[in-house]
């Protein structure tokens, strides 16, 4: 603003200016969500109260929400999409689409992609049936807005999540062959599990199952651009389905918390808790794991070997007799 023989005051900073300033300097202040924009307008406010042009730094009480988990919000799957997509997976795989391991471990478990990228060979426990989950700082931290009391100096964790036996066959077949220190899981270019390797995975899938259709971009025209149906879904919506499936069978709520890597609500976060072998909470996500995958491996070989597709909506209804009976 001097440049241009203006005194550098608040009065003085108009939209026009403030635009020019961001125009500017925008390849070396890219401040992109709001948490970052209102960090760059309270750092800007501090510069000027220690010059004397402002009084005081309204911006340092001010508070962002969060409204990402609405923007970001995916469909949830019900028991007969969820078995299309097992379906569609298997399906895939059959064609040389390398895609079952990771997407059984989706189904079952709604890991988080940064869980799935740090999965290692050494995570998969066969003799147990369980893979070896390690919770870091940044896992921990992402959780807090979810329990009452936030953990303090949270450290590393370690713990075992199950898998029902027919997944874990699958998955220690697809680790065949590689170190104990290898990444378990890859992409579909067949590069180790990094960034958005389950969300290319998942869009597959929907492009298998035509929830992405290529439409043309207008009546007549050959040029065609990709649209997502109302079926259309991400690698977070598992989490979602997984999650609501559990709750219809009659899975305890820190189960299923157990099972998304969420603390108990009871609890002071002790979240390394939730790992001990025998503990209740292991025992009725494996017994509902077992459940569903029995159902949608009926189904699958129903309809592969006899042309009949269950009746998966009237099923689904009994599954909470099931569940509490085994």
Request: glycine share 4%.
């Amino acid at each position: 603003m001097k440049s241009i023989g203006l005194e550098p005051t608040i009065e003085n900073v108009t939209s026009r200016y403030s635009k020019k300033w961001l125009k500017d300097n925008f390849e070396i202040y890219k401040p992109r969500t709001l948490n970052q924009q209102k960090s760059t307008i309270t750092s800007l406010f501090r510069y000027l109260k220690n010059e004397g042009i402002v009084n005081n730094n309204p911006f340092l009480n001010i508070t962002i929400e969060d409204y990402s988990a609405e923007t970001h919000f995916s469909k949830d799957l019900n028991i007969m999409e969820l078995y299309q997509v097992y379906k569609a997976a298997h399906e895939l795989q059959a064609e040389g689409v390398n895609i079952l391991a990771p997407m059984l471990l989706g189904i079952y478990t709604g890991l988080r992609t940064t869980n799935l990228i740090n999965l290692k060979v050494k995570s998969v426990i066969r003799e147990e049936c369980s893979i070896r989950i390690t919770l870091n700082k940044e896992d921990i931290n992402n959780n807090q807005g979810e329990i009452e009391t936030p953990i303090i100096n949270s450290k590393n964790r370690e713990g075992l999540l199950p898998i029902p036996p027919k997944a874990m066959a699958v998955i220690c077949e697809y680790a065949q062959g590689k170190s104990l220190d290898d990444p378990l899981l890859y992409g579909l270019k067949g590069k180790a599990f990094a960034n958005k390797q389950m969300n290319y995975i998942v869009k597959k899938i929907c492009e298998h199952l035509e929830w992405i259709l290529e439409i043309p971009v207008s009546k007549g025209s050959d040029i065609k651009k990709k649209t997502k149906t109302d079926k259309y879904f991400t690698p977070h919506g598992l989490r979602y389905s997984i999650a609501g499936i559990f709750h219809d069978f009659g899975v305890q709520d820190n189960s299923i918390r157990m099972l998304l890597l969420h603390s108990k609500k009871s609890s002071l976060g002790a979240l390394d808790n939730y790992f001990l072998r025998s503990s209740r909470e292991i025992k009725q996500l494996r017994t509902a794991q077992m459940l569903l995958e029995t159902v949608l491996e009926t189904a699958l070989e129903m309809e592969e070997k006899f042309g009949e597709l269950m009746d998966l909506e009237t099923i689904y209804e009994q599954l909470p007799v099931a569940y509490e009976n085994l």
